[in-house]
């Protein structure tokens, strides 16, 4: 398991640079697999099902450490998403399109 929150962050930097920010790598794989589906899928929940991926893995071996480590990745790529999300202005913009206060 990951014991710090700086692992958790040193660990989603290391893979950043191997495939992308999590922001741009997350949107890609949710048109991807939104396409297939023709469903609109977030990065979040993207990032949810890899999670999901990743436990039932772990249910399985629950031994594997990269495993444990790959979870709380993810986990705390959620709260990245949410972050930018929240910078950018983008439950503002989606309350104001449906006329939500």
């Known amino acids: ?8 962050d040193e660990l989603i930097h290391s893979k950043g640079l191997e495939y992308g920010h999590p922001r741009k790598f997350m949107r890609q794989v949710a048109q991807a697999w939104g396409g297939v589906l023709d469903v609109d899928l977030t990065p979040q929940q ?4 890899m999670m999901m991926f990743k ?4 249910f399985n071996d629950s031994q594997k450490e990269d495993t444990h480590q790959d979870i709380q990745g993810y ?9 930018f ?6 439950y503002d913009n989606l309350s104001n399109k449906s006329g939500a206060i």
Do not use: A
């Not at 993207?46 to 099902?49: A, L, R």
């Open 46 to 49: 993207v990032s949810v099902m």
């Open 1 to 8: 398991m990951v014991d710090s929150d700086f692992q958790v």
């Open 55 to 58: 436990t039932i893995r772990l």
């Open 85 to 90: 999300e929240n910078e950018d202005g983008f």
């Open 75 to 83: 986990l705390k790529i959620v709260d990245i998403l949410n972050d």
